[in-house]
């Protein structure tokens, strides 16, 4: 009797815990997630003006248009040229900041991590404001430093071949602090007993960072680098308020034209496909990494 009574009991504790903490949570990630894109998925195949009240089935046609689309072309080549530039800027950097904050004192480790990760706590608006007065072709701190030392001041954001490198060092200046704290976990984690069999071997610090560090922290780097791929991809705080996509769309990048299309020209359906295109490019190089992490 019991038995009975307390199989019951778990299995009402069970259907409760279901009831009151798994199906709100489920609504939620419904309303939230999984229907927007079912949405987007689906408007990516009308034509939808929200200015002129149209809303038209059209099946490939967005799609069609896409590939003859200039802006369009040219965002994805300026966000593939962002993500080439950032990810490996980023990772390699917070690798080397990682290992010099292993290296300090617990004192000293402990002062510096808070500052490398201040710049991520701040909010990218004004941390792009600030830098595009540091970028100010006539009143930016860099120029001025440039002519103190006899070099020629440089447009930066005014130019459309330093434009996207500009805003990209921003992002990556920022990154470099979250990033570095993931590694740093990692490398911490590493048992100081494998080193000390290298050093009885006679291996030097370079072995050392080649023969065991490295190959202990290929998991952290795979994760960090398909997270710091997806931050890359998604870009666009940055680039709206530091050069709004110029000069000349030549730091136009894909969520920066989604906007555009979709909230300015009110022309949803258009942006909605774009949407799904970037939506399928990350999942490829997304599925690529996974596969390669889980073969390792």
Known sequence: MLKKIFNYNRKMDRALFIIIGLVPTFIWFFFMFFYPIFRIFKKSFYDWNLAYQIDKFVGFENFIELTN?????ISLENTFFVVIYIVPATIILSLVVAILLNNFGDNIREFF??????????????????????????????????QLVGLPIQPFLNSPSQSLESVSAVVVWRNIGYFAVIILAALRGIPDTYYEAAKIDGANRWQEFIHITLPLLKP????????????????????????????????????????????????????????VVLFFVIMFITAIQWKFIRSE
């Not at 689309?69 to 072309?73: A, H, S």
């Not at 808070?114 to 072709?137: C, D, E, N, Q, R």
């Open 69 to 73: 689309d200039r802006v369009f072309l």
């Open 113 to 146: 991590t808070p500052i490398y990760f201040l710049p991520v706590i701040t909010s990218m608006v004004a941390v792009g404001i600030v830098w595009k007065w540091l970028y100010h072709p006539s009143y930016g701190l860099f120029n001025y430093l440039l």
């Open 220 to 275: 952290t780097l795979l994760f960090t680098s398909i997270m710091a791929i997806i931050r890359a991809f998604k870009i666009f705080i940055p680039i709206q308020i530091m050069t709004d996509g110029g000069p000349g769309n030549s730091s136009m990048v894909l969520v920066l034209n989604i906007y555009k299309n979709g909230f300015e020209f009110l022309e949803m359906g258009y942006a909605s496909a774009m949407t």
